[in-house]
C-alpha cells in the first residue's frame, strides 16, 4: 500500500469537508448545519476542521467556490463556444439538475449569507448571463427572438429556474425537479421571447 504524503493527507482532509459540508448544507440547510455535525460526519474532530477553515465563513466559501468550479466546468464540457441559445439553456438545466439540492439551498439562504459569499454567487451568475446573451443576440438579429436587454433576458431565464426550483413539492415528488420538467421550461421560456 502506498504511503500518502502529510500534504496530500492534508488536502483530502480539506477535501472530504467542502464535500461533507456540500452534502448536509444540501440536505439539511447552510445555516442550520453547524461545523461539529461536518466534522463528526467525516469522523474528524472538531478542532480539525477550524486547521483547515478559521471561521464558518471560510468554509461555506470553500463550498460555494466549489461549487461554482464544478458548475463551471460541467457547462463547459457541455457547451462548445457556438452552441445555439437553446442548446446552451439546455445544458445549464441538465447541469443545474446534478447540483440541484445544493443550488436550492443556496438561493433560498442566499439573503442570509454573508455578502462576500453571494458575491461569489452573483459573480457564477454574471458569467453565465454573459455567455448566453452573446448566443441570445445571434438570435435577436436574425429577429427569431424579442430585442432585450441582457439583465431582462437573464433574469427573465433565471426567474423560471428558480420558480421551479423552489416550489419543487408543488409540481413532483420526483428530485430534481429540473430533469422532470426541463423540457417544458424551456418551451415556455421560448414562447416567452419569441418574437
Not at 502506498?2 to 483530502?12: D, G
Not at 467525516?42 to 471561521?55: I, N
Not at 463550498?63 to 461554482?68: A, I, L, S, T
Request: with cysteine.
Amino acid at each position: 500500500m502506498e504511503k500518502i504524503t502529510r500534504k496530500e493527507q492534508k488536502e483530502k482532509t480539506r477535501a472530504g469537508l467542502v464535500g461533507r459540508a456540500e452534502n448536509l448544507f444540501s440536505s439539511r440547510g447552510i445555516s442550520q448545519t453547524t461545523t461539529a455535525e461536518i466534522a463528526k460526519s467525516l469522523k474528524v474532530s472538531h478542532g480539525t476542521l477550524f486547521v483547515h477553515f478559521p471561521t464558518r465563513e471560510e468554509l461555506v466559501k470553500a463550498v460555494v467556490d466549489e461549487f461554482g468550479e464544478r458548475l463551471s466546468t460541467a457547462l463547459g464540457e457541455r457547451c462548445a463556444a457556438d452552441l445555439k441559445l437553446k442548446d446552451l439553456l439546455k445544458s445549464h438545466i441538465d447541469v443545474l439538475a446534478e447540483f440541484e439540492d445544493f443550488y436550492m439551498r443556496l438561493i433560498s439562504e442566499s439573503q442570509s449569507l454573508p455578502a462576500h459569499i453571494r458575491s461569489i454567487v452573483y459573480a457564477i451568475n454574471a458569467s453565465l448571463s454573459y455567455r448566453f446573451y452573446r448566443a441570445a443576440k445571434v438570435e435577436m438579429d436574425k429577429g427569431h427572438i424579442k430585442k432585450m436587454t441582457q439583465v431582462h433576458f437573464f433574469n427573465t431565464w433565471m426567474g423560471l429556474l428558480h420558480y421551479q426550483i423552489m416550489n419543487r413539492d408543488l409540481f413532483s415528488e420526483k428530485t430534481p425537479i429540473l430533469k422532470e420538467v426541463g423540457d417544458d421550461l424551456l418551451k415556455h421560456f421560448f414562447y416567452i421571447i419569441k418574437n
